[in-house]
């Protein structure tokens, strides 16, 4: 018997078209449909829904219709469902794995870890959430105090379509487990497999609970953080839109869960060895093809090995295999599209002028029967921090690299930058490591590993990164409102008040 790990893209078969996911089901979107194509050979894979205000509408309704009984559902059977459907991810995975690498490029190999931070993600908020309301009442003078959760209702959450099922996951998670229903816009580049995944939740949940409206995101998006009867606003993507999205949650009064971005500092120190030091390195600039808001993208390398670093580093970059998204020794693939690839290829001409040096890199690569595709090489640029080629996020497998000689020095560098997303640190001395943590303006902090990913672990940014964190217990926070109610066990006494 063949195992699902052995499915091959021509045995994925698409539904025709995916109207949006409401009320439990696929139903067709008033406002016509997009075509979506696979990002690195432009061949049709299917159409989805071109969201619009009506779709949106739909769907809110829908969402608020399923609340009281979703919140009124005991979180024991709330942890159930969603381990059932961290089982149903985890069954459908290597579908859904195939799927996403043919809508975003991305290598085929990679998918093995966003799954297992999805299906982890569902399985860690059905954990968390049974002990979240523990000891919440305390004796008073005259009675008692009790301090309760209570879900925001309507959720609104807008993701993008770098890591789609991680971000489908680490915002769905929390808010079914604290009791919300959901609507979810996902980005039009990069839907399919959450369109699949809508199909499998509607025999998971009860109809409505989630809904997922795919569309532009001037249009299905701008509907969704317009809508009147929405309770919260979570979304990842550019800094640009995150500031609108934020804007529509101050005049809303509404809570709001932002994550931005980055353009992290990744610190090497003269006493590692220096192989395995390129190899880690390597991987946090290639890894997700670049396309990550943790992106370990700049390079901060002490002088004593800048040298010897810098080119074993650009031998490296000369093995990084480029190749068919699909195919699992595929180290790089193709960029989402061509308005990415483009940004990116224009990025190295801004390097250029700016006077930084390209050493390795800096081109399209064409791979075979993928000429639509984006694949761009392993790109490492020589620069000034102050540049924008090192302080702009580019979103593709390009690391500045830059030298240093004083750790106060180098600190006061890899905080000059408006994100603060993550960052990364290598040395052999933990008292420099943790000191060197400890100052870093970043939500993440990874010491000789980095992309070191754990669900439980809080996952957001300090300064234009975001707001609030996600993939632990303080997402449930994000998710939830405080009541607390007092009890006297008497009325006051007549005469009291004189
Ligand atoms: P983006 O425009 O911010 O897109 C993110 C999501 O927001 C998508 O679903 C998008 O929809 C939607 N959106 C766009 N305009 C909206 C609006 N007016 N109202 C509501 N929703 C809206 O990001 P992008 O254009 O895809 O990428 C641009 C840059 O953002 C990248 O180069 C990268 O620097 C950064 N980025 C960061 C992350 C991250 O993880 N933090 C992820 C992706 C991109 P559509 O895409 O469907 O139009
Ligand atoms: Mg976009």
Known sequence: MRTMAQLNPSEIKFDEKYGPFINGQLVEATNGYINSINAATGAALSKIGRGGKEDIDLAVKAARAAFQEWSNTTIEKRSALMNKIADTLEANQERLKLIECMDTGR???????????????????????????EGASRPTQN???????????????IIPWNVPMIMTAAKMAPALAAGNTIVLKPAEDACLSVMEFGKLLADILPKGVVNIVPGYGNEAGQALID???????????????????GKTAGERILPVTLELGGKSPHIVFPD????????????????FNGESCVLGSRLLIHDDIYD????????RAKQVKIGPPTDRSTRLASIINEKQGKRILN????AKNEGAQILYGGNRVTVPGH???????????????SMRIAQEEIFGPVVTVTRWKDIDAVIKMANAVDYGLAAGIMTENLEKALDTANKLEAGSVWINSY???QSGAPFGGYKNSGVGREHNKEALDAYSQSKTIAVAYQLPQVGQFK
């Open 107 to 133: 290598a085929l190999h990679e998918f093995d870890l966003d799954y297992e931070l999805a299906i982890y993600q569902f399985r860690y908020f059905a954990s968390a959430i049974l002990n979240y309301y």
């Open 143 to 157: 009675g008692y105090l009790m301090t309760k959760k209570e879900p925001l209702g309507v959720c609104a959450q």
């Open 227 to 245: 809508h009147p009867d929405i309770n919260k606003l979570t979304f990842t993507g550019s800094v640009g839109v995150g500031r609108l999205v």
């Open 272 to 287: 590692i060895n220096i192989d395995r030091a390129v190899e880690n390195a390597t991987l946090g600039y290639t890894f």
């Open 308 to 315: 010897e670093f810098v080119e074993k580093l650009i031998e």
């Open 347 to 350: 990025y190295f001409e801004i």
């Open 371 to 385: 000429e639509h595709g984006y694949f761009i090489e392993p790109t490492i640029i020589e620069a000034e921090n």
């Open 451 to 453: 992309f070191n990913f």
